[in-house]
C-alpha cells in the first residue's frame, strides 16, 4: 500500500469511494453523487494549498485524506479541517491511520496549529477512530443535518498541533 499525493487520474477512484459515503450513509452532507471531474477539480483546488493523499495499492484507490480551511476568515489560517474516506470493503486495514499519520506529518510542516474533524453522529467508529489518534471531543451541534429521513447531529473533534 503506498501513501501518496492524489492526482486528476485518481479521480474517478476517489469518486467512486465517496458516492458510496453520499448515496449510502449520512456521514457526508452531500446529497447527489459527484463525477470524476467534479473529483478532479476538487483535487487541484485542495491540493494548491493542503495535502490530499490516496492510499493506493496496484492501482486501486483504497481511500484517501485531506486537509482544507477551517473557515475562510483570516484569524482561522492557523487552523485546519481534515478529512478521509476509506474504501468500505478495505476498513479494517489500518488505511485510514496511514493516511492520517502521514496527512498529519505534512501539516507539523505548515503553520496549521489546530486540525478539527466533524463527525455525523452517530458514528462510534469514527469517533473511536479519532479518539484513538488524539483528537478531543470541542462540540456537539443537535439536528444541523437532514439526511436519508432523519435529522442528523454533527460532532467537532480538535487536535492540537504540537510540533
Same mark, same amino acid.
Not at 446529497?31 to 485542495?46: G, S, W
Not at 480551511?69 to 488505511?95: C, Q
Not at 462540540?139 to 467537532?156: C, M, N, P, S, T
Given at each position: 500500500?503506498?501513501?501518496?499525493?492524489?492526482?486528476?487520474?485518481?479521480?474517478?477512484?476517489?469518486?467512486?469511494?465517496?458516492?458510496?459515503?453520499? #448515496?449510502?450513509?449520512? !456521514?457526508? /452532507?452531500?446529497?447527489?453523487?459527484?463525477?470524476?471531474?467534479?473529483?478532479?477539480?476538487?483535487?487541484?483546488?485542495?491540493?494548491?494549498?493542503?495535502?490530499?493523499?490516496?492510499?493506493?495499492?496496484?492501482?486501486?484507490? $483504497?481511500?484517501?485524506?485531506?486537509?482544507? $480551511? @477551517?473557515?475562510?476568515?483570516?484569524?482561522?489560517?492557523?487552523?485546519?479541517? =481534515?478529512?478521509?474516506?476509506?474504501?468500505?470493503? +478495505?476498513?479494517?486495514?489500518?488505511?485510514?491511520?496511514?493516511?492520517?499519520?502521514?496527512? /498529519?506529518?505534512?501539516?507539523?510542516?505548515?503553520?496549521? !496549529?489546530?486540525? =478539527?474533524? +466533524?463527525?455525523?453522529?452517530?458514528?462510534?467508529?469514527?469517533?473511536? @477512530? $479519532?479518539?484513538?489518534?488524539? @483528537? #478531543?471531543?470541542?462540540? $456537539? @451541534? #443537535?439536528?444541523?443535518?437532514?439526511?436519508?429521513?432523519?435529522?442528523?447531529?454533527?460532532?467537532?473533534?480538535?487536535?492540537?498541533?504540537?510540533?
Amino acid at each position: 500500500m503506498e501513501i501518496r499525493a492524489a492526482t486528476v487520474a485518481d479521480a474517478a477512484g476517489i469518486a467512486e469511494i465517496y458516492n458510496y459515503y453520499i #448515496q449510502n450513509t449520512h !456521514h457526508t /452532507f452531500e446529497t447527489e453523487p459527484i463525477d470524476a471531474k467534479e473529483m478532479e477539480d476538487r483535487i487541484v483546488e485542495l491540493g494548491r494549498e493542503f495535502p490530499f493523499l490516496v492510499a493506493d495499492e496496484g492501482g486501486v484507490i $483504497h481511500g484517501y485524506a485531506y486537509a482544507e $480551511h @477551517f473557515r475562510a476568515k483570516n484569524a482561522y489560517d492557523y487552523s485546519a479541517e =481534515v478529512l478521509i474516506y476509506v474504501r468500505n470493503e +478495505s476498513k479494517e486495514r489500518k488505511i485510514g491511520t496511514k493516511l492520517y499519520n502521514i496527512l /498529519f506529518d505534512m501539516l507539523s510542516d505548515t503553520n496549521i !496549529h489546530a486540525i =478539527v474533524a +466533524s463527525i455525523a453522529l452517530p458514528n462510534d467508529p469514527s469517533v473511536r @477512530f $479519532h479518539e484513538r489518534l488524539g @483528537f #478531543q471531543k470541542v462540540a $456537539h @451541534f #443537535q439536528e444541523v443535518g437532514y439526511k436519508l429521513g432523519r435529522w442528523i447531529d454533527v460532532g467537532y473533534w480538535e487536535l492540537i498541533n504540537r510540533a
